[in-house]
């Protein structure tokens, strides 16, 4: 299945912008390919300031992307001799995130099994005499336990000691579904600083420091994270 353009994948984003409404229906309609030729080329969501690649990424003459080009320029960045969109930077770091969060989850918890079905009746002809009909009982829920994402974070985090007390600066904490978000996705960062990683992680404080400190709020700048 192709992929949908930009602008019906996200039609309020795109038609919401002023300067797409003003671009004439020729620009408009190139300023759409080449979004969705900017997600493809590279993941820096950029592409090269470059009048005659463009125009073959396109499919058409390098005079008609001149006469066009400065009215879609306006809505992208120029830096480095490169076109930048914002809007897709944006996009694809949401969806590294959620697939960070639920990478996360799966390492944690796994799938869940799947209920076993019933086993069929067998023919009614085949049997000598009429079974009784099975009275089914609704086994209760388990309570749901206050302290339950504690155990997806304590599987998350890389020095496992003193769970009891980190179980009770989680209670403090009392995270809500945001707050566990960024907690684990803390926690996923701070793995990659250089400060966790040397002398086998011996820097890396313990589990109730972290959360009574808040040091899931620290930000983390790029240079500090390890690439792999």
């Given at each position: 299945?192709?992929?949908?353009?930009?602008?019906?994948?996200?039609?309020?984003?795109?038609?919401g912008?002023?300067?797409?409404?003003i671009?004439?229906?020729?620009?408009?309609?190139?300023?759409?390919?080449?979004?969705?030729?900017?997600?493809?080329?590279?993941?820096?969501?950029?592409?090269?300031?470059?009048d005659?690649?463009?125009?073959?990424?396109?499919?058409?003459?390098?005079?008609?992307?001149?006469?066009?080009?400065?009215?879609?320029?306006?809505c992208?960045?120029?830096?480095?001799?490169?076109?930048?969109?914002?809007?897709?930077?944006?996009?694809?770091?949401?969806?590294?995130?959620?697939?960070?969060?639920?990478?996360?989850?799966?390492?944690?918890?796994?799938?869940?099994?799947?209920s076993?079905?019933?086993?069929?009746?067998?023919?009614?002809?085949?049997?000598?005499?009429?079974?009784?009909?099975?009275i089914?009982i609704?086994?209760?829920?388990?309570?749901?336990?206050?302290?339950?994402?504690?155990?997806?974070?304590?599987?998350?985090?890389?020095?496992?000691?003193?769970?009891?007390?980190?179980e009770?600066?989680?209670?403090?904490?009392?995270?809500?579904k945001?707050?566990?978000?960024?907690?684990?996705?803390?926690?996923?960062?701070?793995?990659?600083?250089?400060q966790?990683?040397?002398?086998?992680g011996?820097?890396?404080?313990?589990?109730?420091?972290?959360?009574?400190?808040?040091?899931?709020?620290?930000?983390?700048?790029?240079?500090?994270?390890?690439?792999?």
């Amino acid at each position: 299945m192709s992929k949908a353009p930009c602008y019906q994948r996200y039609p309020s984003d795109f038609f919401g912008d002023s300067k797409v409404r003003i671009m004439s229906s020729d620009a408009r309609a190139y300023y759409s390919l080449l979004l969705d030729c900017i997600w493809d080329f590279d993941t820096q969501y950029s592409i090269p300031n470059d009048d005659d690649l463009i125009s073959k990424l396109l499919c058409i003459d390098i005079i008609r992307w001149q006469k066009i080009s400065q009215e879609i320029i306006s809505c992208l960045q120029v830096k480095s001799g490169r076109l930048i969109s914002c809007r897709l930077k944006r996009e694809k770091e949401k969806q590294d995130k959620y697939r960070k969060l639920q990478s996360i989850k799966g390492k944690a918890g796994g799938r869940p099994r799947k209920s076993p079905g019933l086993t069929p009746a067998l023919p009614e002809e085949s049997l000598p005499l009429p079974l009784p009909i099975p009275i089914l009982i609704k086994k209760k829920k388990p309570p749901i336990s206050p302290n339950g994402d504690f155990e997806l974070f304590w599987k998350s985090y890389p020095r496992k000691e003193s769970k009891g007390a980190a179980e009770k600066a989680w209670l403090k904490v009392k995270p809500d579904k945001d707050l566990l978000e960024r907690i684990l996705l803390s926690v996923e960062d701070h793995k990659r600083t250089e400060q966790w990683s040397k002398d086998n992680g011996a820097f890396i404080p313990y589990a109730q420091k972290f959360l009574n400190n808040k040091y899931y709020e620290d930000e983390i700048k790029e240079g500090e994270k390890k690439l792999w």
